[in-house]
């Protein structure tokens, strides 16, 4: 047994986290299920560091130094299962199964479960950073046993992206499913950020008038001051590019029909039995989903509505200037949303995650790093029990100044008959938390009126319903 640390599953983000502990000075053993996979990493890669080719899962488990770290590279879901199930029987106590996947916290919770039983660390971890960072330096959430970041995580701070502090992008975020919690809500706010980026576009193309090309040099200005963002920065790219084939703006050329793969959806999911009201990153899901029902779409164009008229170019100048206030502000938005989703799951599973710390391992390496991260991590620096980053006195004070030009974004947009789900929910949130009253005071009358739910009142304590059907006297409920 030679190796400390083993890869089993060598797609690109395997083979990828693979090379990247090897190059780190880690002796890796690799394994797949069809062993060709492996062995063409090992004739491709070798010279990049200390591999050991396992053909088989028992050459594998052979391979590795006890305590075993094992990690999986597999498709969420079924495949999973099948490799814990072929692995489980082969390892003793004390060793780890680290899943890198983007498993679902819950099925992460259930397989933590079965395989402690058996003496087994399963430590559920969140990569992000895709192909290139997981060879670079990804970001890693990993969740499971305090003890299995003893012994895992000094090679994980080694292999993660470093923030611009220089400190490693990975920490212990929580028992059991905590990290791929952390992970889905990163996907979650990577929707939203990818689609407030998607309206400024639209916006910008549509109401301000500008070309694709002149929109990428937008997006680099506003990469250099405090939207500065792995997000922003290839939109740039990708709306500066030219389809080879036709000429046209590469984006012009593409199906306008979003994909996704499951996260940001779940994301949604459980913030609804959570109770946390993610509206932004909701959007941000049925934005996707909308511009997939082609049908739909089609059997729509014919309604009426205004067609956008292009500003004049002196004004489409302070346009932007405005659209780039719209986005920070429902910027702050996601983020609030995103990190009570986190406390909420944590409070609700016992996971004691401590949310300045997932903004500081969020700063390198994930698809949502950006400078923004920075001054979420101070807010909660300076006030550990932040109740929502809307309290932070920086952000209130920008959200504050940005609101006159978010609201004049939407009105243009509402005017002009473009759409803006992201931007709109944002600053409904922002208004709602804002009121003094809200209409669900309706909404419990109602209730009560209909089927007797009963309500409470301002100015008493308990619980009332009013004889909707008699004398409309109040009791006590
Ligand atoms: C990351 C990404 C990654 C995710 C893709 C695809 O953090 O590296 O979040 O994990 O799988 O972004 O997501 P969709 O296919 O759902 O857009």
């Known amino acids: 047994a030679s190796a400390q640390i083993g890869v089993t599953g060598l797609a690109v983000m395997g083979r990828n986290l693979a090379r990247n502990f090897a190059r780190n000075g880690y002796t890796v053993a690799v394994h797949n299920r069809t062993a060709a996979k492996a062995r063409a990493l090992v004739d491709e890669f070798g010279d990049e560091g200390e591999f050991v080719l396992a053909e088989t899962a028992e050459d594998f488990v052979a391979a590795l130094e006890r305590p075993r770290r094992l990690v999986v590279m597999v498709k969420a879901g079924e495949p999973t299962d099948a490799v814990i199930k072929e692995f489980a029987p082969l390892l003793e106590p004390g060793d780890m199964i680290v ?66 502090d220089g400190s490693p992008c990975t920490a212990h975020i929580g028992p059991d499913g905590a990290g791929h919690f952390v992970k889905m809500v990163h996907n979650g706010i990577e929707y939203a950020d990818m689609q407030l980026i998607a309206e400024a576009y639209q916006l910008l193309r549509e109401v301000a008038g500008y070309s694709p090309a002149e929109i990428a040099d937008i997006f680099r200005t506003w990469n250099t ?20 084939a036709t000429g046209e703006p590469f984006v012009d050329v593409v199906q306008d029909q979003a994909e996704q793969k499951g996260t940001g959806r779940w994301t949604v999911q459980i913030a609804l039995d959570l109770g946390v009201p993610v509206s932004g990153i909701a959007e941000a899901v049925f934005a996707r989903s909308l511009s997939g029902h082609k049908d739909l779409r ?9 067609k956008a008229e292009p500003l004049a170019k002196e004004e489409a100048a302070a346009f932007a200037d ?17 990190f ?32 923004f991260l920075d001054r979420i991590r101070a807010a909660y620096d300076a006030r550990a029990d932040l109740p929502s980053l809307l309290a932070d ?8 100044e940005a609101q006159d030009d978010w609201r004049a974004v939407l009105v243009a ?39 007797a739910h009963t309500y409470r009142r301002t100015d008493r304590e308990g619980s009332f319903h009013t004889l909707w059907g008699g004398d409309r006297s109040e009791v006590s409920a």
């Open 393 to 400: 006195d920086g952000f209130a004070r920008e959200i504050g």
């Open 413 to 451: 947009a509402t005017r002009q008959g473009v759409p803006a789900p992201g931007f709109a929910a944002a600053l409904a949130y922002y208004d709602a938390l804002r009121a003094d009253r809200l209409p669900a005071a309706l909404t419990q009358g109602q209730r009560d009126y209909f089927g």
């Open 340 to 371: 009570h989703e986190i406390a909420a799951g944590s409070d609700e599973y016992g996971w004691d995650i401590d949310l300045g710390q997932v903004s500081a391992i969020w700063r390198g390496g994930c698809i949502i790093r950006a400078a």
């Open 99 to 164: 899943d890198g996947g983007n498993a679902h916290f819950a099925d992460t919770r259930r397989r933590e479960r079965e395989l402690r039983e058996q003496g087994i660390h399963f430590v559920g971890t969140g990569v992000s950073g895709g192909e290139e960072g997981a060879l670079n330096g990804p970001s890693i959430m990993p969740g499971g046993s305090k003890e299995s970041y003893d012994a895992l995580g000094p090679m994980l701070e080694k292999i993660s992206a470093k923030a611009a």
């Open 322 to 338: 405005q659209v780039e206030q719209a986005l920070y502000a429902s910027k702050i938005v996601s983020y609030t949303q995103g």
């Open 225 to 244: 001051g405090r939207l500065d963002s792995y997000l922003i920065e290839i939109t740039a790219e990708v709306l500066a590019h030219v389809d080879a």
């Open 298 to 306: 089609d059997a729509s164009r014919g309604l009426a509505g205004p």
